[in-house]
């Protein structure tokens, strides 16, 4: 990651029974994670935010030989902009119910940041740190010094809660400081790394026997978008739709220079033998259309044949350091947990399939249902949803034929001030579908663009389907079985508590079934006495 500083703003005070102290700057805990308020009015309830101050990049994301997910990401313990970069850590079970644990990494120095990374799971102790164990945790990282960036490792002995830093470091020196975000996996019998060049275009892919000795083995240049740097490559193995093989993805992230402005992720699926990237072709593919949906990265240890499942950061360069949740202490969140899988689609060919990991943990009751909704209107008033969380679906059939003017609309709407939210889909002609997030007032800036769409085709069979969250100040939504997806922060002045789904001049044989259910906090459970999420305070101490 690279980020701009926002300056003359005022940063968030650390929250009560923070305390001790860092090696880089006084006032950042140690041992001990930050409580955080999550009733907000813009805080998300299945999306996971940091409990205070300020959060980007996922890092070092993997899940455990015990089934806990590790969620670690770059952090400002001390401000709400970015900068004094850390790694904060969340753990989970279910991807959805978080954990908010210590601060996982610290920069050494006062004058350094520990940039975007990633971690393994050394399960062979090819890097020696762990002669008694098989359960030991590498993290690959950035230090960003002020005159390089280098490449550093940390290894933890109790699984990835607390690390010590590598004697040796850097593992991979440099004089540039545009070299970066290292993303490591195992392949069958080596770790391989990806990493940026930023403003060269390229990605360097690494070899190492061991996690400490690196050696250069080729690059991946001057593919798809430029914009002005790459950054935050990813290198994932996936299932392939339809068939028992699966198929290399290298993801690439860039900003500034996105076509919406800001950041953006396009991905490149390909063959990979260990050294060598190369992609089935030329073709720059994005992975969500909309402008909230940045650095996303793949857990590493997923078993091999199941969905690949990643995170990204819900938010953007162009305006995450001016968004109005700074009243509420904190900024940015991440994006639900997706599945992932390729496809080769009619007309598209190679296109990622991405849909929500499982809901059912934070699934609540059905607000009603419909199958009957050819050109007419449900209406549902959520304001007794505690969580003002909604998981929506509409499925389409029979639809073949259907005229450029047949429509399915949704829109979340407040009785009180009028603001609204909406999307839709045109069944005919060349099937677009739009996201619109200007009818809310609750934050203006000349790079919040209002408006996205793009195109997703009707099958031949007439049938077509749509689901979504919205999610306090966040929306996400999933068309064609995950063929295209979006996410967009958003910002209304009172709380979206009625909620439409409305369909118009379809073909008289065409079906249209909904539901809509309410979507419970993941974090109500975990608030003490006065409404404050603690994390897990019983930790050890960080070493």
């Not at 230090?143 to 830093?165: C, K, M, W």
């Not at 162009?318 to 496809?343: H, K």
């Not at 709407?413 to 200007?438: A, K, M, T």
């Not at 031949?460 to 966040?474: H, M, N, P, Y």
């Amino acid at each position: 990651m690279k980020f701009r500083l926002a300056f003359g703003l005022t940063t968030a005070l650390l929250g009560v029974g923070t305390s001790a102290q860092s090696s880089s700057t006084d006032a950042v805990p140690t041992g001990t994670p930050i409580p955080g308020d999550y009733n907000g009015a813009y805080r998300p309830q299945v999306h996971f935010s940091p409990p205070q101050h300020f959060m980007n990049d996922p890092n070092g994301m993997f899940l455990d030989g015990n089934g806990t997910y590790h969620l670690y990401y770059q952090y400002n313990p001390t401000g709400i902009v970015a900068g004094n970069q850390h790694w904060g850590h969340a753990t989970s079970r279910d991807l959805y119910h978080w954990v908010n644990q210590p601060i996982a990494i610290f920069p050494p120095t006062n004058d350094t940041q520990v940039f975007s990374g990633s971690a393994v799971v050394d399960v062979n102790n090819t890097s020696g740190f762990f002669p008694d164990q098989d359960n030991g945790v590498v993290a690959v990282y950035t230090l960003n010094t002020p005159v390089a960036q280098v490449q550093e490792i940390a290894y933890s002995h109790d699984g990835g809660y607390t690390f010590s830093r590598y004697a040796e470091n850097p593992v991979i020196n440099s004089t540039s400081t545009q070299f970066r975000d290292p993303k490591v996996i195992w392949y069958q019998d080596h770790w391989v790394m990806v990493i940026a060049y930023s403003q060269e275009f390229a990605i360097g892919i690494y070899t190492s026997p061991d996690l400490k000795a690196w050696s250069h083995a080729s690059n991946f240049t001057h593919h798809g978008l430029l914009g002005l740097q790459y950054e935050c490559p990813n290198l994932v193995m996936m299932p392939v739709q339809g068939s028992d093989e699966g198929a290399y993805v290298l993801s690439i992230s860039i900003n500034p220079g996105a076509p919406l402005g800001g950041s953006i992720t396009e991905y490149f699926p390909g063959t990979f033998n260990g050294t060598h990237f190369a992609a089935v072709d030329g073709a720059a593919r994005i992975s969500d259309f909309a402008k909230d949906n940045y650095a996303g990265q793949y857990f590493y240890g997923i078993p091999e044949g199941q969905d690949a499942i990643s995170i990204a950061w819900a938010s953007n360069w162009q305006y995450t350091q001016v968004a109005p949740t700074a009243q509420e202490g904190w900024r940015s969140a991440m994006s639900l947990p997706r599945r992932n899988i390729l496809a080769n689609v009619t007309r598209i060919g190679w296109d990622l399939i991405s849909l929500p990991y499982d809901l059912t943990p934070v699934l609540g009751d059905q607000l009603a249902a419909r199958t009957d909704l050819a050109n007419s209107t449900l209406t549902v008033d959520y304001s007794g949803v505690v969580s003002g969380a909604l998981y929506f679906e509409a499925n389409i059939t029979g639809a073949s034929g259907a005229s450029s003017a047949a429509t399915l609309n949704f829109t979340a709407i407040s009785p009180v001030s009028g603001e609204s939210l909406r999307g839709g889909y045109y069944l005919g002609g060349d099937n677009p579908f739009f996201l619109d997030r200007g009818r809310l007032r609750g934050f203006d800036d000349p790079f919040f663009t209002d408006n996205f769409s793009t195109t997703s085709l009707l099958h031949a069979d007439g049938t077509w389907t749509l689901s979504g969250v919205i999610d306090r100040s966040i929306v996400e939504v999933f068309l064609d079985g995950g063929a295209a997806s979006a996410t967009a922060t958003f910002f209304a002045t009172e709380p979206l508590t009625l909620f439409t789904l409305s369909s118009a001049l379809l073909p008289a044989n065409a079906s249209v079934s909904v539901a809509v259910y309410a979507l419970e906090s993941a974090w109500k459970g975990y608030e003490d006495g006065d409404g404050i999420v603690l994390g897990n305070v019983t930790t050890t101490t960080l070493k």
